[in-house]
T-cell receptor, first 114, second 114 residues
Framework: NAGVTQTPKFRVLKTGQSMTLLCAQD?????MYWYRQDPGMGLRLIHY???????AKGEVPDGYNVSRLKKQNFLLGLESAAPSQTSVYFC?????????????FGPGTRLTVT | KNQVEQSPQSLIILEGKNCTLQ??????????LRWYKQDTGRGPVSLTI?????NTKSNGRYTATLDADTKQSSLHITASQLSDSASYIC?????????????FGGGTRLMVKP
């Protein structure tokens, strides 16, 4: 099993450009998450999904949109990138969203907005 | 406010030595606490998980402790190896109006030198 994969690994955008980050998991997990990780700070939840066709806002959702059209994929979109969105983005998935359910993380996407 | 604070921010030790990383949290109500290891350029990987009633959990050379009364946890690494060089992240699961949530600490960056 590949686990959780993310595409692309690196990306440089200019302010105002748009892009989509793709996350895929092959563990048949119901829950999927998008986080951002900034230096010296803990991971912060952007959006999450509790199943195919559902999405919900996390702690820092502004400037991002998501879609979960297929159970195995979770897309994160930036419609108009800003320098404040320079970060490392991690996707994660879990079987459930409660209790001891472990979140499995992808390798991350490093995004720079100039 | 739910917070997870880790100390030290960074640590350098010699190969073969032991070290202890600290995690203090103000999250409530508490569900469980997990330690993750994050290698440079990779996503976090779970090391241990502890619930309210568990105060020690081992995974090879890693031993985590939890004191739910003082809201403190520690991760002890025995006989460190070069491959232990990584960031170690303390994550607390709790409940809020939106359901189960995770709060991440900022991590301790450990460097093991030969």
């Amino acid at each position: 099993n590949a686990g959780v994969t993310q595409t692309p690994k690196f990306r440089v955008l200019k302010t105002g450009q748009s892009m989509t980050l793709l996350c895929a998991q092959d563990m048949n997990h119901e829950y999927m998450y998008w986080y951002r990780q900034d230096p010296g700070m803990g991971l912060r939840l952007i959006h999450y999904s509790v199943g195919e066709g559902t999405t919900a806002k996390g702690e820092v959702p502004d400037g991002y949109n998501v879609s979960r059209l297929k159970k195995q994929n979770f897309l994160l979109g930036l419609e108009s990138a800003a320098p404040s969105q320079t970060s490392v983005y991690f996707c994660a998935s879990s079987y459930t969203g409660t209790g001891r359910s472990e979140q499995y993380f992808g390798p991350g996407t490093r995004l720079t907005v100039t | 406010k739910n917070q997870v604070e880790q100390s030290p921010q960074s640590l350098i030790i010699l190969e073969g030595k032991n070290c202890t990383l600290q995690c203090n949290y103000t999250v409530s109500p508490f569900s469980n606490l997990r330690w993750y290891k994050q290698d440079t350029g990779r996503g976090p990987v779970s090391l241990t998980i502890m619930t309210f009633s568990e105060n020690t959990k081992s995974n090879g050379r890693y031993t985590a402790t939890l004191d739910a009364d003082t809201k403190q946890s520690s991760l002890h690494i025995t006989a460190s190896q070069l491959s232990d060089s990584a960031s170690y992240i303390c994550v607390v699961r709790h409940q809020n109006n939106a359901g189960n949530m995770l709060t991440f600490g900022g991590g301790t960056r450990l460097m093991v030198k030969p």
